[in-house]
């Protein structure tokens, strides 16, 4: 029998913590195979920092949590230089931002200027301080919180650093069934003490290049770039979404393709992700935002609006 793919382990793994997820689990597990990074905006409470935990875990990945908070300043984040009288010369300290899985609690309570300094490492996977480059561990995989009912003294997100997340994504509340059955694991202690890995941190990386592998044709590449810019077009967007949405739905749906075992990306893949990672990127228009539209709604028409190509699987 042939052996379950990463991914599909993974996913496995994650759900013996996160119960009744397996759509938002999928997501993530996705997203860290195409090297993006996820935003989770959800109420206190629905497993937000376990998911992020159980996924370190089911790796053997170094795991770090920051706390963001008004008062915390970039180097707290990546990290300050010292001068170290013995040596008479400056050392670098690292920060949290130095790990595998970072788990980024409430980003939006961070200040601008913080909030800034996980922009590089998101992006170029390194940090540049006083003239240096500091590389950080591969892989880096950043999965950041925001509380969308407290939003006293938070600070939103710029359009900028929102396009640097690759999909947002939304726990919610579980089902009356699943919420007993959390109840239950949890009685005498939490299921994620007893996780076990299922791989290695090192074997992410082969993972990652196998998903590059995975065919789109060229209809597949087309479908995406159409459905990109009839957001542009809609007539409640004030800004669609951007060119790097348009390659994060490519990578991400070849990604999806690779967990579920399926040789080549279809237009179903693109239509089960195109919301979580194009919605967040569409800047609605003001008096479009008062009658309740969001981006998801254009996503949704964009979506109804572009034709799906018949010819898309390998010759």
Not at 85 to 100: A, D
Not at 145 to 151: S, W
Not at 241 to 252: I, K, V
Not at 301 to 307: D, G, K, M, P
Request: charged letters at 25%; glycine letters at 6%.
């Amino acid at each position: 029998m042939a052996e379950t793919p990463l991914a599909a382990r993974l996913v496995e793994s994650v759900e013996r913590v996160v119960l009744g997820k397996r759509t938002v689990v999928e997501t993530v597990v996705a997203a860290l195979l195409a090297r993006g990074h996820v935003l989770v905006e959800d109420v206190p409470g629905v497993g937000k920092t376990m998911l992020a935990r159980a996924l370190a875990r089911s790796i053997r990945a170094a795991f770090r949590r920051v706390r963001c908070t008004p008062d915390l300043l970039p180097s707290d984040v990546t990290g300050v230089s010292l001068y170290n009288p013995k040596e008479l010369s400056f050392e670098f300290r690292r920060g949290p931002v130095f790990t595998h899985v970072l788990l980024a609690d409430e980003i939006n309570r961070a200040t601008p200027r913080t909030q800034s300094a996980f922009l590089e490492a998101m992006e170029e996977r390194q940090v540049s301080l006083d003239g240096a480059t500091h590389p950080l561990p591969a892989p880096f995989f950043l999965i950041a919180t925001q509380n969308p009912i407290e939003l006293a003294g938070t600070f939103p997100l710029p359009e900028a650093q929102l396009d640097r997340f690759l999909v947002r994504v939304s726990l919610g509340y579980p089902d009356d069934a699943t919420e007993a059955r959390v109840m239950k694991a949890q009685r005498e202690s939490h299921p994620i003490d007893a996780l076990s890995p299922v791989a290695e941190v090192a074997h992410v990386a082969a993972a990652q290049e196998a998903v590059a592998r995975v065919f789109v044709h060229d209809a597949l590449v087309r479908y995406v770039q159409r459905l990109v810019a009839e957001t542009r077009r809609h007539a409640h967007a004030a800004w669609g979404a951007s060119p790097r949405g348009a390659l994060g739905l490519m990578r991400l749906g070849q990604s999806l393709a690779a967990l579920r075992g399926e040789r080549f990306v279809t237009p179903d893949h693109v239509k089960r992700l195109a919301e979580a990672v194009l919605a967040h990127r569409i800047v609605v228009k003001p008096r479009s935002r008062v009658q309740g539209v969001d981006g998801a709604r254009i996503v949704a028409e964009s979506l109804e609006r572009v034709e799906v190509p018949i010819d898309y699987g390998p010759a």
